[in-house]
């Protein structure tokens, strides 16, 4: 079955997070088809996966100054800044075939697979870095999370475009636990936004929606589902 691109509205951070973790259990069912889509938010927060700690992550002063709220997410993977010019997208998949439940890194492999190939079509050399990043030239550009429930796998990720990489420094800790590939770098020397490739938010919004989608087959989300999935904000992506 093709992915399908689902539009949905815009909604805060917490809203659209919750409203992941309620497409879900549909796409595992099969009620929903396989879904790709771009996230519309106006706010901004640092979101922590699911089995982090803030305060080893996070300078919670700097983002309570700065009135940046800190969220914990329902999703595994690391802490992430979700700032102005970040383009963020959701994949959810039924499980099987090259899903197989419990496989955390097959899954990220099969479902980045995708945009790894269209900006490399770009000429733009994107990798797979483990555990859960996208990288150019050894610079991240992406971090993703991965939930698996309900008979369904869910991967979504932040793409850096033109993010503003010393508020990242500002809002984020030195991780004490990285990936191997960083070699304890800061974030200044680690990452970089895909503006530096002449890419624009749009631009690459419409390349992920390609990437998953390529058949352009759009359902628009049911009005009534989002507004409910959005009320359990607080379930699934609470304050920290």
Not at 152 to 179: D, E, F, K, W
Request: hydrophobic share 50%; with cysteine.
């Amino acid at each position: 079955m093709p992915t399908v691109r689902l539009q949905t509205p815009a909604l805060r951070i917490a809203e659209q997070i919750a409203l992941d973790r309620a497409l879900m259990p549909a796409v595992g069912a099969g009620a929903l088809p396989p879904l790709a889509r771009v996230w519309e938010f106006p706010d901004e927060a640092v979101v922590v996966g699911v089995a982090q700690r803030p305060d080893e992550y996070v300078h919670l002063e700097a983002c309570a100054a700065d009135g940046v709220p800190v969220l914990r997410r329902f999703s595994g993977g690391g802490t992430v800044c979700l700032l102005r010019g970040c383009v963020v997208f959701s994949v959810i998949m039924p499980l099987g075939g090259a899903l197989a439940r419990y496989d955390v890194r097959g899954a990220y492999r099969h479902i980045l697979s995708f945009a790894i190939g269209i900006f490399c079509r770009m000429n733009i050399p994107v990798v797979f870095e483990p555990p859960c990043d996208l990288a150019v030239h050894n610079r991240k550009i992406a971090g993703c999370a991965q939930a698996q429930k309900r008979g369904a796998v869910l991967v979504h990720g932040s793409v850096l475009v033109n993010a503003g990489i010393a508020r990242m420094a500002r809002y984020l800790r030195q991780p004490a636990v990285a990936p191997a590939y960083r070699a304890g770098r800061s974030h200044a020397a680690f990452v970089q936004n895909l503006s530096a490739y002449g890419l624009t938010e749009p631009q690459v919004a419409q390349l992920l929606a390609e990437a998953w989608a390529p058949d352009n087959i759009t359902l628009a989300a049911d009005a009534a589902f989002v507004q409910e999935a959005a009320a359990h904000c607080h379930l699934w992506a609470p304050r920290v």
